[in-house]
Every structure is written in C-alpha cells, then in structure tokens.
C-alpha cells in the first residue's frame, strides 16, 4: 500500500520528487535546489548579508550633527536683565572623506556576499557528495541482495548434494558461512545508505525521511576551458579583490584627513538689553593626527591582498587542472572494467551455478570465483563513485556549484 505523501513547504524541492511510503524521493537537482532554499549554513550566510548591507547605509550618513549651546542667566548690578547666548554650529567632513567610507562600506558588502557565496558552494558540494554516496550505498545493497539470493541457492544445491552423498558437511557449512557473510554485507550496505541519507538530512534541513534516485553513471566531459573562465569567478578571488578594494577606501579616508576640516556657526547674544548677532569659522588644521595609521596600514593591508589575490589565482588553476586530471583518470577507470571485466559476469554466474549442480566444479572453487566476481562488481561501483565525486570537485573548483 502506497501512503499518501504529505504536502512539503520546500520551495528547492522541485516537481519530479516522488513520495513512496512517506519518502521524499530526491533527484540530484532536487538535492542542489533544496540545499539552495534550506541548508541553516546558506541560510545564515544570507540572512548575515543584510547587516553588511545596513553598514552600507550607516556610512552614508553624515557622522557630524549641528552643536546647539544655549545659556541663560541674571544680570545684577544697577539694574536687574537676563542676559541669553544661544549658538549653532555645523562641522564638515573633509573632502574625499565620506566618500572613501561608502567605498569601504560596499567593498565589506561585496566581500561578505563572496564569503556567502563560498559557503553555498561547500554546503553543495558536500550535498552532492552525500547523494552520490547514498546512490553508491543503495547500489551496494542491490548488490548484496543479489550475491544473498545466489548464496542462497548455493546453500540449497550443497544441502541436497550433501544428503545424496556428494558432499561432505564441510561443503555445506562453507556455502551457509558464505550465506551469512552475503547477509552480512547487505546490512552493511544499509548502515552506509542510512548514513549518507542522515548526512543528507542534516544538511537540507528535512525532518521526514528522504531517499534518493540518481545514477553514477559519468556525464559528458567537462569543458575545461569554460571550466576555466568560471573558475576566475571564485568566490575567494571576488573576496579578495573587495578587501582589496576596501584597503584603498582606507588609504583614500588617510589622505581625506590631510585636509583642513571646517566648521561654520552663528551665535546670538542678548546682554543687558543690547542684541548680538555674530557668524563664525572654524577650521581644525591636521597639524598631528593626519591619518598617518590609515594611510599605514591601509597600504601595507593592500599590498599584502593583491600578493595573497595572485597566488590564490594561481592556486585555483592548479586546483582545477589537478581536479580535471583526476576525473578523466577516474573515468578511464570505469571504461576499462565496463570493457573488459563487466560483460560475461551474469553468464559466468549462471553457468558457475549449473557447474556446480552437475559436480563439474567444487564448492571451494565456486566460492572463490563466486568473491571474485562480486569483487568486480564492487569494485566497479565504487569508481563510479570515485567518478562522480571527482566531477564534483570539478564543479566546485570552477565555481560552478552556486
């Protein structure tokens, strides 16, 4: 009986995801999607943006509000006044000065969006990981089924061949050892698959059971020279450059200060019956403090970024040649045991079979031949692991994961 599949609130889970037993059945795009929409890491990345776009409007703001100063108090003497001195004052930013601060301001913006960016890409590409892992682990116990169903039936041949006489009982109970390790490793199978599926859980923030329905098989070949021209897209290179940027709004604010600051005011003043009226001009002169630390560190901190920008350019290419050697290695892998060692291993299993039966080979050699082939197949799932994890990291290194 199939149980109705209740309604999910998951804006990245899109229409192919299928609900069978209460499972939210999830593709590969489905994975990326809803990590995209869900994951607390990308959530709080972004949901983190918004601060550092409200710095972007404080820094905006003008920092020096008008000075009012008022005071008030009796004249006594030959005759009795109250005398008044009201005064208003407005201070003014030297030039370049606010200016430099916006720049810095969108430069810790850009900088913390690339940050956001970097943490999507590793919250996917760990995502990707565990789905693929899931897709392997549910191979396996395909696997481990199919090699308990033979075990099974060797058991069955051993005992009918133990009761005609045959085989001795050390036969039967190698086939039953046999049985149990099939069984063994199908649970096996099942802790990797729920494993790779809690893994998967936590990171999408899903709370009911998932499974998973993909392929390992390899795609087509990456481009690697669209790889590399994405790869200039980094979320480490945008970041740099944006602190980069933000060292020379610093050095910008340091030659601000160099500038004389000016004030203007007006005063007003009442004193025994007489009324003043006086403007006035300030003008604090950088005789000492002439941003000397700004203009320091700023350029130290900017010269050390852009050395810091080019080697990390440098590395994402190795990065990504090393991450594209591997797969096209990978790849050559599985062709190789889809060419030469997969096809004949279901006959091969037959014909063991009827060997067998007949008393044409031993249980000894059946069982031999019998790990040796599952071997093979074992093996060959787990490079079409290796494969699709490789392609992963393609993905991540040319920034393609987002």
């Known amino acids: 009986m199939r149980v109705a599949c209740p309604a999910l609130a998951l804006a990245g889970v899109v229409s192919t995801s299928v609900c069978a037993s209460a499972q939210t059945v999830l593709s590969f795009a489905d994975v990326l999607a809803t990590a995209r929409e869900r994951a607390p890491q990308i959530v709080s990345a972004r949901l983190g943006l918004a601060e550092a776009r409200g710095r972007v409007v404080g820094a905006a703001v003008r920092p020096l509000n008008p000075d009012v100063d008022v005071a008030a108090g009796d004249r006594r003497g030959g005759s009795r006044s109250t005398d008044l001195d009201v005064g208003l004052s407005q201070r003014f930013e030297p030039s370049g000065l606010r200016a430099g601060r916006i720049a810095s301001a969108n430069a810790r913006l850009a900088e913390a969006t690339a940050n956001a960016d970097g943490i999507t890409r590793d919250v996917l590409r760990a995502a990707a990981q565990a789905f693929y892992q899931a897709v392997h682990a549910g191979e396996r116990i395909r696997l481990a089924a199919t090699a308990e169903t033979l075990a099974a039936a060797i058991v069955d041949v051993a005992d009918r061949r133990y009761r005609a006489g045959d085989i001795a009982v050390l036969d039967v109970n190698l086939a039953r050892a046999a ?19 809690g893994a998967l859980r936590a990171l999408l923030h899903l709370a009911g059971p998932i499974a998973v329905q993909g392929s390992l098989a390899p795609g087509h070949p990456p481009d690697a020279t669209a790889l590399m021209r994405a790869a200039e897209d980094r979320p ?26 000016f004030g203007l005011g007006v005063r007003y003043a009442r004193e025994e019956g007489s009324r003043i009226v006086a403007g006035g001009v300030t003008v604090t002169l950088p005789v000492f403090a002439r941003g000397q630390e700004l203009l320091a560190v700023g350029s130290a901190r900017a010269s ?37 060692a997969l096809p004949g291993l279901d006959e091969n ?54």
Do not use: C, H, N, W
């Open 179 to 197: 049985l149990a390790r099939a069984r063994a490793e199908q649970r096996a199978s099942e802790a990797e698959e729920a494993s790779a599926l």
């Open 349 to 402: 299993d037959a014909l063991m079979a009827r060997s067998f039966d007949v008393g044409q080979i031993g249980l000894p050699d059946l069982l031999l031949i019998r790990r040796e082939l599952l071997d093979t197949r074992a093996q060959y799932l787990t490079t079409l692991l290796e494969a699709a994890v490789a392609r992963v990291e393609i993905d991540a290194a040319a920034a393609v994961l987002r």
């Open 236 to 261: 480490e290179l945008r970041g740099l450059a944006a602190a980069v940027r933000e060292a020379e709004a610093e050095v910008g604010m340091g030659r601000s200060l160099t500038k004389p600051e």
């Open 304 to 340: 050390r970024l852009r050395a810091e920008l080019d080697a990390t350019r440098s590395r994402i290419r190795v990065e990504l040649e090393t991450a594209l050697a591997a797969y096209e290695k990978r790849v050559a892998a599985v062709r190789i045991l889809e060419a030469e």
